[in-house]
């Protein structure tokens, strides 16, 4: 079922081609392999929970275009979503119905969503609601969660997570100091911290910004006492509860992880998965916040192609194929039983490492564990994952490169390719 994928000379010539043109030869430093060495490699296609490389070797993929393909590549009712919409245009600049449609399914599906505003990326979102919550409250400083990523926005690009992490540059030169002079950076999962930072302003924080569950970091749970502290303590203060559900919307279920915890946000920020792997991002709330922006209210925000009816198209397809079908179920059995077989796995393997999931999100991290936030997400023997990476990928196993990040299961993975993967784990951690 699963072949050997060591050879991939083509994939390395395209690579030497691409880095005379495109810095580091990639146009997102997620894919550069930078945290497990050795070259990104090139992809030609993908078919259901199969990636092909440039030099035709197959892959079972677990990145999903690091999350969006939630019902594996070219799920046919989407392909025929984008094919009907392309025989119309590409994009118009103004209004279309498929835009509605969208925002009608988030707005059904996300408990704190009554208006959604889309975008073309999640950074997008994530820019966007950090300047609603600062317009809608009137207060400038915003707090955030070490290790959780929210995209490349200047005051969130403070101990970020991800490519950020694993690049070790925790915030990045070209962010002014005053960017971030407002940013307030707390651990994950800490009642105490988010308690003293409100005494220490109580009438200055716009919002709280977090993962709810994050991937970005490895994937780390929040407990159910922080939640709770974090509504309570939002609500009793009138700071914003903001959820950035980039990753974890319509993935850990329907109506993302406020569904599944039961705790409303204000503010939710999404992608990925709205856009089933075309460019879109979104945010939304009650219609009480999100009359502050424009041209409704005088916060702005705006976008050539937001809402570009091909990406609507691929969006409303994927997430009707998501709300009609029993996806979730399956996705839980499928992403249980690989939890299960890895973790067989290191036990037999005598591995000191831990499986942490959320539906169909998971991370093996080289460490004992439990990870409730950065410091123990950073224990993590990430020379014995760049090991493991490369071991599985060259057994046609397609793995996020890096330790701080979650693998995502599809509806179109099979038992038998869960099968195959765990045994290919096997075969690994045994020789690293
Ligand atoms: N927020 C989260 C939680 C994310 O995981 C990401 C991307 N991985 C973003 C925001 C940024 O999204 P994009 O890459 O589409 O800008």
């Excluded at 059904?108 to 999640?122: D, H, I, K, L, Y």
């Excluded at 403070?158 to 694993?166: D, I, W």
């Amino acid at each position: 079922m699963l072949a050997d994928t060591s050879s991939r000379p083509q994939s390395d010539a395209a690579f030497e081609r691409a880095k005379k043109v495109i810095p580091g030869g990639v146009n997102s430093p997620a894919r550069a392999f930078g945290a497990v060495g050795g070259t990104p490699v090139h992809m030609a296609s993908g078919e259901g929970p199969w990636l092909t490389d440039v030099d035709g070797n197959r892959y079972v993929d677990f990145v999903g275009s690091w999350g969006p393909h939630i019902l594996g590549h070219r799920h046919p009712a989407v392909m025929e979503a984008i094919a009907d919409a392309l025989t119309r245009s590409t994009s118009f600049g103004a209004p279309t119905p498929a835009e509605t449609e969208l925002a009608e399914l988030v707005a059904e599906a996300v408990p704190s969503v009554e208006q959604v505003r889309m975008t073309n990326s999640g950074t997008e979102a994530a820019m966007s609601a950090v300047r609603l919550a600062r317009g809608a409250t009137g207060r400038d400083k915003v707090v955030k969660f070490a290790g959780n990523y929210h995209g490349h926005v200047d005051a969130l690009l403070v101990s970020a997570g991800s490519g950020a992490l694993t690049l070790g540059h925790p915030s990045s030169p070209g962010v002014p100091a005053g960017c971030t002079a407002d940013t307030i950076v707390l651990d994950y999962n800490d009642v105490d911290q988010l308690t003293a930072a409100f005494e220490k302003y109580p009438d200055a924080i716009a919002g709280v910004f977090l993962e709810p569950v994050c991937g970005n970091m490895g994937l780390v749970v929040p407990t159910e006492e922080f939640l709770t502290a974090l509504r309570d303590l939002c609500t009793r203060h009138g700071a914003l509860l903001a959820f950035d559900e980039v990753m974890c919307g319509f993935r850990v279920a329907y109506g993302g992880a406020q569904a599944r915890f039961g705790v409303t946000p204000d503010l939710t920020m999404m992608g990925k998965v709205i856009g089933g792997g075309m460019p879109v991002g979104a945010y939304g709330g009650p219609a009480e916040v999100m009359k502050h922006i424009s041209p409704v209210g005088s916060v702005y925000q705006a976008g050539t192609l937001s809402g570009n009816p091909v990406a609507m198209a691929c969006g409303v397809a994927t997430l009707k194929a998501l709300r009609d079908g029993d996806v979730y179920e399956r996705l839980e059995a499928l992403a249980a039983r690989l939890e299960a077989g890895l973790t067989d796995a290191i036990e037999a393997t005598g591995t000191p490492a831990c499986i942490q999931r959320v539906g169909s999100m998971l991370t093996l991290f080289f460490t004992s564990g439990p990870v409730t936030n950065l410091i123990d997400a950073q224990k993590s023997d990430v020379e014995r994952f760049a090991r493991y990476f490369h071991g599985m990928l060259d057994r046609g196993v397609y793995l996020p490169c890096s330790q701080y990040e979650a693998m995502f299961v599809s509806a179109a993975h099979t038992e038998e390719l869960i099968d195959a993967t765990v045994a290919a784990a096997r075969e690994v951690l045994h020789v690293i």
